[in-house]
T-cell receptor, first 114, second 114 residues
């Protein structure tokens, strides 16, 4: 049973296209995150949702729009893709009760923009 | 604001040797500290964490870390390296409470030589 899953695992697309990445967690967590890992392996948080409410929104271009239809899902839609968006995007989840801030990560989505 | 500095982007050890990966943090409030490991083409897995209490924390795979407030450090150690320990290691800090944001260091690549 996969705890945090992401689809697709790989995404190759042309500049200017719009694409979405989906994330689902079956851990019963109430908080979900999107992180971006660049080519130098640097990890930076992009967004966080708690109970479907946006609580963290780092300085991310407006072309990136997260959507949380329910507590178990957090999707990331990217408009007008640019070369610099090429990266690995990780979804994560955690619970506000119990093991506070122990975040569980998905396997990542490698996005390549040509 | 919080930050994490990992000294050494690449550490190389021989199999059976001591592993020491350095992490220093900056936080205006008592920190929660984490070490994550990333194997090639995989997501991040929590190795260990410090929140409160005992400053020497033990994690999975024989790793441990010690929180030293006076030195603002949280170095990761393992007495004897194994080939399977080769991976990227990330130190992260959070202020806990209602702030769910994890701030990561830039990572240290550990290679283990036979």
């Amino acid at each position: 049973d996969t705890a945090v899953s992401q689809t697709p695992k790989y995404l190759v697309t042309q500049m200017g296209n719009d694409k979405s990445i989906k994330c689902e967690q079956n851990l019963g967590h109430d908080t979900m995150y999107w992180y971006k890992q660049d080519s130098k392996k640097f990890l930076k948080i992009m967004f966080s949702y708690n109970n479907k409410e946006l609580i963290i929104n780092e300085t991310v271009p407006n072309r990136f729009s997260p959507k949380s239809p329910d507590k178990a899902h957090l999707n990331l839609h990217i408009n007008s893709l640019e070369l610099g968006d090429s990266a690995v995007y990780f979804c994560a989840s955690s619970s506000t009760s119990g093991r506070l801030n122990e975040q569980f990560f998905g396997p990542g989505t490698r996005l390549t923009v040509l | 604001a919080q930050s994490v500095t990992q000294l050494g982007s690449h550490v190389s050890v021989s199999e059976g040797a001591l592993v020491l990966l350095r992490c220093n943090y900056s936080s205006s409030v008592p920190p929660y500290l984490f070490w994550y490991v990333q194997y090639p083409n995989q997501g991040l897995q929590l190795l260990l964490k410090y929140t409160t209490g005992a400053t020497l924390v033990k994690g999975i795979n024989g790793f441990e870390a010690e929180f030293k407030k006076s030195e603002t450090s949280f170095h990761l150690t393992k007495p004897s390296a194994h080939m399977s320990d080769a991976a990227e290691y990330f130190c992260a800090v959070s202020s806990g409470g209602s702030n769910y944001k994890l701030t990561f260091g830039k990572g240290t690549l550990l290679t283990v030589n036979p």
